[in-house]
């Protein structure tokens, strides 16, 4: 690409300095024109790659944001699109699948041939952002995780293996008590709410991961055990009517104080609402 283009000219000028046996001078060699006027054309135009390869290079990458309405650019920055030719009159790709539900919305989709290629994500749909697993794996470590190269098989065959964004990290001998301390320090909000918990009992694994690109979706929290601590049985939401009442009041009289407004973070704070991905949403239940 363009890059490459500058690195040819100042290779270029380094020998003819060489041969000519004449100084350097940076200032000559390094054309500012190369690498800002590439730029410009693949930002003006979409067509992402060398000016002269317009054919090959790929089309869309940046587009002029729709601000026609507020809807039309959420709509707009949630746009997925499906690389595969428009022309074909393949019906299976178009279709809604079931795997949708939640992330994509069942409706917005153009007419014509796009139809059901281009989608969008929908409006409660979040797409994690990515937080660093090495104090997951340490909290685990004291909470009585024995490390993979320590593990000895023949001793604890039965253990639970732990991966860590697809990584073996460790195992544990009573994966129950560890998923259920686990989620609730996610709960608690000490950990990233956007962290994915996901237990195999039949497979005896416990998979976490905290990468980015995720689609997630909110769900309202119901408790899994009875909790001593704020009193909520088993089965019911922890989304409590009090949390209702002051969310409608803060609604009619919003807070001076910015620090004292709930909202949408608060409910994630206390627990009341959190995201599942696809794979944590498949063992749930």
């Known amino acids: ?76 920055l949630r746009r997925t699109n499906t690389p595969i030719g428009r022309d074909g009159k393949l019906a299976k790709p178009r279709q809604l699948h079931n795997t949708h539900w939640g992330l994509v919305c069942p409706a917005e989709t153009p007419e014509g041939q796009a139809c059901g290629l281009v989608k969008n994500l929908s409006l409660m749909c979040y797409v994690s952002v990515g937080s660093p697993s090495e104090p997951l794996i340490e909290f685990m470590i004291n909470r009585g995780m024995e490390v993979v190269e ?77 909790d001593p601590e704020t009193g909520i049985e088993k089965g019911h939401l922890v989304l409590s009517k009090d949390l209702v009442n002051k969310l409608a009041k803060e609604q009619a009289e919003p807070p001076d104080d910015e620090s004292e407004k709930i909202g949408w973070e608060g409910l994630i704070r206390a627990g009341a609402v959190e995201y599942l991905d696809a794979e944590e949403e498949e063992t749930s239940m």
């Open 1 to 76: 690409g363009i890059v490459r283009r500058m690195n040819n000219e100042l290779s270029n000028y380094l020998r003819r300095c060489v041969e000519g046996n004449r100084h350097f001078n940076l200032a000559v060699g390094i054309k500012p024109g190369t690498l800002s006027n590439g730029l410009k054309y693949s930002l003006a135009t979409g067509n992402w790659g060398d000016q002269k390869k317009a054919m090959s290079s790929t089309a869309g990458v940046s587009q002029v944001l729709n601000r026609y309405t507020f809807a039309s650019t959420l709509s707009h």
């Open 150 to 226: 320590e593990y000895e098989p023949l001793r604890y065959p039965h253990a639970t293996k732990i991966f860590v964004n697809g990584v073996w990290v460790g195992v544990h001998q009573d994966p129950k008590h560890l998923v259920s301390q686990v989620l609730d320090t996610r709960r608690k909000s000490y950990l990233q709410y956007e962290v994915s918990l996901v237990r195999e009992i039949r497979d005896q694994e416990f998979k976490i991961f905290s990468d980015a690109g995720r689609v997630m979706r909110p769900v309202f929290t119901v408790q899994q055990e009875d």
